[in-house]
């Protein structure tokens, strides 16, 4: 008896979960690929006080065996949500922003504030939170327009690959997002050109002040401000002279921070324990310099880089490295206006840096 009840149950269970699977297979929507227009790249310039804006979409074919072109909507507006309703108005379909891989804006642009653009990123539930936003050191349309010639998302993964095998800091519209509310960092975003040859080239990073951009870093300063913000991804390389001319290429496969705040001396304490690999020259090099004299250059010479970093940032007033969060932690009654305007200018900086190289000539 107790076995016939015990099936009869299991099959009442089965029964439920067959017309919940149904249910749940009625209620989710279809999307025809035809009947959107899925932007993947958008581009923000100023140009006679007016915002234009470039959107590339893909268009599709019927023949799996055709290549699939891309086209680009272009618009202008006065504010960043006009261009949108401007791409709206170009199209008899549905503008899809749930691809959208990276925002690209000028340099003038970027001067001129971007805190509409940000907000309406953010107010779009479609828009991903990994889209990475990035600064165009030409105008946006002029990257836009010579990224048609290459694949969906190439810029986008150009900079990933920066960002993740470089030495360009992790960026996305989340922690730009989190820089820009946050009371004690500044934002900080990739910098993207086209070099002499033609070929899309990340280009360092610029610092924003509130919303505008104040500060442009270069590929070597943008490695420092990786190493004091980044805990994750590291796989860059560093080059460097010695006290007796030789040229260097290190690896740096690895980073462990720690940072300390002494607020009675307004000091900051930055520890790195930084892993290298050895990859220019290593073979003429013994293995007594290597442990000894090598491994002293190297901290010293980061240690100064880093600090060079750090008062350029303090003599500017920005802060991406966020410094501002780290006394903001500490003190309970700490405000932005007064840390910025009395203590961030007075902080001293204390940088120790230990190496470990780990291996000489190419890095497996």
Same mark, same amino acid.
């Given at each position: 008896?107790?076995?016939?009840?015990?099936?009869?149950?299991?099959?009442?269970?089965?029964?439920?979960?067959?017309?919940?699977?149904?249910?749940?297979?009625?209620?989710?929507?279809?999307?025809?690929?035809?009947?959107?227009?899925?932007?993947?790249?958008?581009?923000?310039?100023?140009?006679?006080?007016?915002?234009?804006?470039?959107?590339?979409?893909?268009?599709?074919?019927?023949?799996?065996?055709?290549?699939?072109?891309?086209?680009?909507?272009?618009?202008?507006?006065?504010?960043?949500?006009?261009?949108?309703?401007?791409?709206?108005?170009?199209?008899?379909?549905?503008?899809?922003?749930?691809?959208?891989?990276?925002?690209?804006?000028?340099?003038?642009?970027?001067?001129?504030?971007?805190?509409?653009?940000?907000?309406?990123?953010?107010?779009?539930?479609?828009?991903?939170?990994?889209?990475?936003?990035?600064?165009?050191?030409?105008?946006?349309?002029?990257?836009?327009?010579?990224?048609?010639?290459?694949?969906?998302?190439?810029?986008?993964?150009?900079?990933?690959?920066?960002?993740?095998?470089?030495?360009?800091?992790?960026?996305?519209?989340?922690?730009?997002?989190?820089?820009?509310?946050?009371?004690?960092?500044?934002?900080?975003?990739?910098?993207?050109?086209?070099?002499?040859?033609? +070929?899309?080239?990340?280009?360092?990073?610029?610092?924003?002040?509130?919303?505008?951009?104040?500060?442009? +870093?270069?590929?070597?300063?943008?490695?420092?401000?990786?190493? #004091?913000?980044?805990?994750?991804?590291?796989?860059?390389?560093?080059?460097?002279?010695?006290?007796?001319?030789?040229?260097? #290429?290190?690896?740096?496969?690895?980073?462990?921070?720690?940072?300390?705040?002494?607020?009675?001396?307004?000091?900051?304490?930055?520890?790195?324990?930084?892993?290298?690999?050895?990859?220019?020259?290593?073979?003429?090099?013994?293995?007594?310099?290597?442990?000894?004299? #090598?491994?002293?250059?190297?901290?010293?010479?980061?240690?100064?880089?880093?600090?060079?970093? +750090?008062?350029?940032?303090?003599?500017?007033?920005?802060?991406?490295?966020?410094?501002?969060? #780290?006394?903001?932690?500490?003190?309970?009654?700490?405000?932005?206006?007064?840390?910025?305007?009395?203590?961030?200018?007075?902080?001293?900086?204390?940088?120790?840096?230990?190496?470990?190289?780990?291996?000489?000539?190419?890095?497996?």
């Amino acid at each position: 008896m107790t076995s016939i009840m015990n099936k009869n149950n299991l099959c009442r269970r089965f029964v439920g979960i067959f017309f919940i699977c149904i249910f749940i297979s009625g209620c989710s929507r279809t999307t025809i690929i035809d009947d959107v227009k899925i932007i993947q790249s958008l581009g923000y310039d100023l140009e006679n006080n007016k915002i234009k804006g470039t959107a590339s979409y893909p268009v599709y074919v019927e023949s799996m065996q055709e290549s699939h072109p891309r086209k680009l909507f272009t618009s202008e507006s006065n504010t960043t949500t006009g261009v949108y309703t401007s791409f709206s108005n170009q199209t008899a379909h549905r503008i899809d922003m749930s691809q959208l891989g990276s925002v690209f804006f000028s340099e003038n642009f970027a001067k001129n504030g971007i805190s509409d653009l940000i907000g309406n990123l953010n107010s779009d539930p479609n828009i991903s939170s990994n889209s990475t936003l990035i600064i165009s050191s030409k105008s946006a349309s002029d990257l836009l327009e010579e990224s048609m010639n290459y694949p969906p998302y190439f810029l986008s993964s150009v900079l990933d690959q920066s960002m993740r095998n470089g030495n360009i800091p992790l960026s996305n519209l989340h922690t730009v997002s989190y820089q820009y509310y946050s009371e004690g960092q500044d934002m900080y975003i990739p910098k993207m050109d086209i070099n002499e040859k033609g +070929l899309f080239v990340s280009e360092g990073v610029g610092v924003f002040k509130d919303e505008k951009l104040a500060l442009s +870093l270069n590929n070597k300063e943008s490695l420092m401000l990786k190493i #004091l913000v980044d805990k994750l991804g590291f796989n860059s390389t560093y080059e460097f002279t010695t006290s007796d001319n030789k040229q260097l #290429l290190i690896k740096i496969v690895s980073n462990n921070k720690n940072s300390h705040v002494q607020i009675n001396n307004s000091e900051v304490t930055y520890k790195f324990k930084l892993k290298v690999y050895l990859k220019e020259q290593a073979s003429k090099l013994s293995v007594a310099n290597i442990n000894n004299k #090598l491994t002293k250059e190297i901290e010293t010479n980061i240690r100064t880089e880093l600090t060079n970093l +750090l008062e350029k940032l303090k003599k500017e007033n920005v802060d991406p490295v966020g410094v501002g969060e #780290l006394f903001r932690g500490a003190q309970r009654d700490w405000k932005r206006y007064e840390f910025y305007e009395r203590v961030y200018p007075n902080i001293k900086f204390n940088i120790k840096a230990n190496v470990n190289i780990v291996n000489t000539g190419a890095a497996k």
